[in-house]
């Protein structure tokens, strides 16, 4: 193991969100800044994880020097490197837009939660075991309703209701395949899992529960029923966070398994992914387009943007880890992008007290930066260029081309020009509307510029494409069992 | 059929039990109860399994532990969500709130 710097630990990572999570709880006032102050420390840690990823390649850490089986192992390579930066960067817009967004009463519930919520995804990213994968994914999950729970309206605690038992559901399954897989190979490590003969029909089973469990949780069509209630009712910074981060989660710990522990059992089942994620992608636009409300629109596009991680899949086994680049722009795009808009329509509700498309008011002279993070961030989310999200769609188009896979392409531009009408559909509304409904609210500088910043950051993204691929190539993730070489 | 597999056996039924549950009751308290009935299953599955040969395993057992404190958690926060929908809603069911 090479030698720590003391201060660049992936375990502050973990460490330091939770301190101000407890922070945030018993302090009476103040909590904002201790948020954003943790938030913005925790983006620096990542980035000089990254440096010193990029100079001495993939490690491992024991914490407290216990090692695997009993203690735990966090691993940090290219892979896990960028979800962490996706999930700083990302964070921080979000903990910018909530300083202003909150009341008092209700930061009181919102700052412990959310940084709370931000250790555990920390602590999932480095995570290589599926077991404390299991219990990070929990945590996350517990996490994530409470918060979508905190606004306590009715539709609010219905969703969050139903996410919890789905939520529930998905680890429950996951966690049985953890079972039946440790009986066979008396090990959770992710490597020594895939190095070790499995019997096929527990392998099966396994990994059929597990994939199970997590696409309820990535809410893959027809898996997302619970999706668009709860990343709508809740509050915006909240929705921007599930959107843009929670969902992630499980396609991370899916995309992990897929590599190291079951990469043949995986490459069957990437039809059927693939054909689901295909539908998600139209469906999900098309209910996009249908929705009448713009928070419930822009949840929907999610379900159609999860839609595409999963339609790229048939194309790894022959695309190898360029797809995975790809998948990953796409994964990183997205929650920029998703972010921004998630907070941009929490601005258009806040200022016009109501998200209803037809009535908006035109909103393009007094929030001029709202407007600009919405077409931004549209500009990514229907793949135009220059952004993150053209980037990662050209990859799988060219990929799919030359494979001659035409569904796939097929899918990706449909998917484009379904995306186009439902983000102009609520891009016409606030330039073009006129009659004013009641008397419009000011909103917070900072919950202007929050998501603007994270718009031109999935613009900038397609400016940075080959860093990100660089960056994500260190130690190879997509290759299986590399953790030795560290 | 030694007994580690017998009890597997019967861990596996508890999670089905509870997963036919989850499906066709529609109150919260028995979903809940479900849900805790599979996590049981689930926690009977890796002590049964942790008997992989003469020897037990402990780490299952550390992991069944860890296991029940976050059960633990995660049913208090459903109870409570439970009380909260009751309270909004006058009913502990979920409702189809629809896409409006």
């Known amino acids: 193991m090479s030698i720590v710097s003391p201060l660049v630990q992936p375990v502050l990572l973990i460490a330091l969100p939770l301190v101000g999570s407890i922070m945030a709880f018993l302090l009476s006032s103040r909590r904002a800044t201790v948020g954003v102050a943790v938030v913005a420390g925790n983006l620096g840690l990542v980035g000089g994880l990254i440096g010193r990823l990029c100079a001495t390649g993939p490690w491992q850490h024991s914490v407290g020097g216990w090692g695997a089986p009993l203690g735990i192992d966090l691993y940090l390579d290219g892979l896990s490197a960028t979800m962490l930066a996706m999930t700083a960067l990302v964070s921080l817009g979000i903990s910018a837009y909530s300083a202003a967004y909150f009341s008092a009463t209700a930061a009181r519930h919102f700052w412990p939660l959310w940084l709370l919520l931000l250790a555990a995804m920390n602590a999932l990213f480095l995570s290589r075991d599926l077991f404390n994968l299991y219990v990070t994914l929990e945590l996350v999950g517990i996490a994530a309703v409470a918060l979508t729970a905190m606004r306590g309206q009715r539709d609010a605690l219905v969703a969050a209701m139903r996410y919890l038992l789905t939520t529930l559901l998905g680890s429950m399954s996951y966690l049985l395949g953890v079972a039946l897989l440790y009986h066979s190979v008396g090990s959770v490590d992710m490597v020594l899992i895939g190095e070790t003969p499995v019997p096929p029909p527990v392998a099966a089973a396994a990994f059929a529960l597990m994939a199970v469990g997590l696409l309820l949780k990535t809410a893959l069509f027809p898996f997302h029923f619970w999706l668009p209630g709860a990343h709508s009712s809740a509050s915006a910074p909240v929705s921007a966070a599930l959107s843009a981060l929670v969902v992630k989660v499980g396609f991370y710990i899916l995309l992990r398994l897929w590599i190291e522990v079951f990469p043949a059992l995986a490459d069957e089942i990437a039809g059927l992914l693939g054909f689901l994620g295909g539908v998600a992608v139209l469906w999900g636009s098309l209910q996009a387009i249908l929705q009448q409300r713009a928070k419930m629109l822009v949840a929907y596009s999610t379900v159609a943007q999860l839609g595409y991680f999963f339609l790229a899949l048939p194309l790894v086994a022959a695309g190898g880890s360029r797809v995975w680049g790809a998948i990953v722009l796409l994964v990183l795009a997205h929650a920029l992008a998703k972010a921004a808009m998630f907070m941009a329509a929490g601005n258009l509700l806040a200022f016009a007290g109501h998200d209803r498309i037809r009535d908006l008011d035109r909103v393009v002279q007094r929030m001029p930066l709202t407007a600009a993070a919405l077409g931004l961030a549209g500009v990514s989310i229907m793949g135009l260029p220059p952004s993150g999200g053209f980037s990662g769609k050209w990859l799988l188009l060219q990929a799919s081309l030359e494979q001659g896979n035409w569904p796939i392409a097929l899918v990706l531009l449909l998917g484009g020009v379904l995306a186009a009408v439902y983000v102009f559909k609520l891009l016409e509304h606030i330039f073009t509307s006129g009659t004013p409904t009641g008397e419009p609210r000011a909103v917070a500088r900072t919950m202007e510029w929050a998501p603007l910043m994270l718009a031109i950051g999935a613009i900038a993204l397609g400016f940075l494409t080959t860093t990100v691929l660089d960056l994500l190539a260190v130690g190879e993730p997509f290759v299986p069992g590399r953790r030795d070489d560290y | ?100």
Do not use: C
């Open chain 2, 1 to 100: 059929m030694t007994p580690a597999q017998l009890y597997a056996l019967v861990g596996i039924g508890l999670f089905f039990v509870g997963l036919y549950a989850l499906g066709v009751r529609r109150h919260l308290l028995p979903r809940i109860l479900a849900l805790n009935i599979m996590g049981s299953g689930v926690f009977v599955v890796l002590v049964a399994l942790a008997r992989r040969s003469s020897e037990v395993d402990p780490v299952p057992h550390a992991m069944v532990i860890t296991g029940i404190v976050v059960a633990v958690s995660a049913t208090a926060l459903a109870l409570r969500l439970m009380l909260r929908v009751a309270h909004a809603t006058g009913s502990a069911q979920l409702t189809d709130t629809g896409d409006d």
